[in-house]
């Protein structure tokens, strides 16, 4: 029989590569929620007329629209990707962070406790919950003090917690991780390394001078690429223990860099030359992590999972995704 697998937000930039892994998989059936008004129909375009997927309109803020889709489908595992993701808006919008990352996933664990049914529940977290980490406490493991410095890390700290606690008092199957940086094609323009690559691209496309403009680069982290990430999430749900926490994320000493490195790897892959970088303040955060750096070993251990893609071969997929957008004036 096959396995029902809901993917919430299945139209972001992890839960489209997610659709593509499972589909590799002869014996699942896969489901997605979307948002009606979603703006990042891109991502799965090429899933729209794949009988394999099944898409469901749900906001994870509407608990009835939430119960109907848990009811419609009873999926034996749900991993629970809808999210707001971006940092930077938290600090402005603080509630609505906490309504979608906390009370999406309340909103789910609820309906599948009323639906009677307990498949396991995939809950993503962040290393922005440890904060501003000292450097005499790298690596982060599981258990490192949590000290977040913006209103996104305490919304996801919420979300694992109350898993946390569906799995305590209900016995609710809840795989609570933390990943690392992860990179890749998709991934919107507001962030980072996506913000460099779509700049090049319009360089390169003659639609923008040959200045790049950034916020703070110092910060240090390390990178997988979101191939590499989905597979470790599927790994996760098949081995992971319910209730516990696990890091995930590539630790090889060749996939840490700071954000400025990671630019300069990015304008050397350029067609054109002395592209020059400045600072945006508009795009300064009021608190920055200096360092994001895990052990992962726990996770690895387990399942086994070792990242395969370089850091050059991510920053190239990104570039050449943006390049492909810029020149079908996508944007």
């Not at 948002?35 to 129909?41: K, Q």
């Not at 319910?242 to 000493?253: D, F, H, R, V, W």
């Not at 920055?288 to 395969?308: A, Q, V």
Request: charged share 25%.
């Amino acid at each position: 029989m096959k396995q029902k697998i809901l993917i919430t937000g299945i139209a972001g930039f992890v839960g489209s590569h997610l659709a593509d892994y499972l589909l590799e998989k002869e014996d699942v059936e896969i489901y997605g929620t979307k948002r009606w008004h979603i703006d990042r129909m891109r991502n799965i375009h090429h899933l729209l007329d794949n009988p394999r997927v099944k898409l469901l309109d749900c906001d994870v803020t509407d608990s009835i629209g939430v119960r109907n889709v848990v009811r419609e489908v009873r999926p034996d595992k749900i991993f629970h990707l809808a999210s707001e993701s971006f940092v930077s808006p938290s600090w402005l919008h603080p509630a609505h962070y906490m309504d979608v990352n906390f009370g999406g996933t309340l909103n789910f664990l609820d309906a599948i406790k009323e639906v009677g049914i307990n498949p396991r529940f995939f809950i993503p977290g962040t290393p922005e919950e440890y904060g501003d980490v000292p450097e005499n406490e790298l690596p982060i493991k599981e258990d490192s003090t949590l000290r977040p410095v913006n209103p996104y890390a305490v919304s996801k700290m919420a979300q694992d917690y109350i898993g946390y606690v569906y799995f305590r008092s209900y016995g609710l199957n809840i795989i609570r991780t933390r990943a690392f940086n992860h990179e890749g094609p998709r991934r919107d323009y507001v962030f980072g390394i996506p913000w460099f690559a779509y700049q090049i691209a319009k360089i390169e496309a003659g639609k923008q001078k040959p200045i790049l403009t950034h916020g703070h680069i110092e910060d240090k982290r390390n990178f997988t690429h979101v191939r590499d990430l989905v597979e470790a999430y599927w790994l996760a749900m098949e081995h992971c223990v319910p209730g516990e926490l696990y890091l995930i994320g590539n630790e090889k000493p060749e996939h840490i860099h700071t954000f400025r490195e990671i630019l300069e790897m990015l304008i050397k892959m350029s067609k054109v030359p002395g592209i020059q970088t400045k600072i945006d303040p508009k795009l300064v955060r009021p608190t920055s992590l200096p360092r994001l750096i895990g052990d992962t070993s726990k996770f690895r251990k387990l399942t086994g999972w070792e990242p395969k893609i370089s850091v050059q071969k991510t920053l190239k997929d990104t570039l050449e995704y943006w390049r492909d957008f810029v020149k079908r004036d996508l944007y």
